[in-house]
């Protein structure tokens, strides 16, 4: 993506395709992003690419992003902005050395079993922690499909894990817990 390419405009949404591995400057400086995934096959985010962006509540950077310059995110606000990646990624330490909120999700290549991650104990659609997915978690998935940004973890709401938080998780975990659907082996 171009420099400057949606700069200073009223862009609130975007679906980046799947082949964009480059995000030059100022690109999204200044827009009203509220939330965006990058595609998996991007690996450089540049200076001030998603700066002064006010509204920007929630990005998704994929575990192939080796390079977030220290500015990318400048002026956004840290107790609005949750950034979501793999454990020990390039996105978990930007987030922590600027102060935002990170949100651990599963790799692409971490496996389940039965809703669990192998490798690092995420339970799928276990919202209040508290070891198992019932009609309570349902009930708080039902408020982050409402307003996405209110999800803490990503990780643990998107049950389908399409990258996507949407009713289609909180279809997945009502047939989960009625017994309708099971999770995969």
Not at 49 to 78: D, E, G, M
Not at 105 to 128: E, R, V
Request: aromatic letters at 10%.
């Amino acid at each position: 993506i171009g420099r400057s390419a949606f700069q200073m405009s009223t862009l609130s949404d975007i679906q980046l395709p799947d082949g964009v591995t480059f995000i030059d400057k100022f690109a999204f400086l200044n827009t009203k992003l509220t939330y965006i995934n990058l595609p998996s096959s991007l690996t450089t985010i540049s200076d001030s690419t998603f700066a002064v962006c006010q509204s920007l509540a929630y990005v998704r950077i994929p575990h192939n992003v080796t390079f977030i310059a220290s500015n990318a995110f400048f002026a956004c606000k840290t107790d609005l902005l949750t950034i979501v990646g793999c454990a020990n990624s390039t996105a978990q330490t930007f987030a922590e050395e600027k102060g935002f909120t990170f949100a651990t999700i599963p790799c692409k290549d971490h496996t389940f079993s039965s809703g669990a991650c192998t490798c690092c104990g995420i339970l799928l659609g276990d919202l209040n922690k508290d070891g198992v997915v019932n009609t309570e978690d349902y009930t708080i998935i039902v408020g982050y499909i409402d307003d996405p940004s209110a999800c803490p973890d990503l990780s643990i709401a998107d049950v389908n894990q399409d990258g996507i938080l949407d009713i289609n998780d909180r279809l997945f975990l009502l047939e989960i817990i009625s017994g309708v659907s099971t999770w995969p082996v």
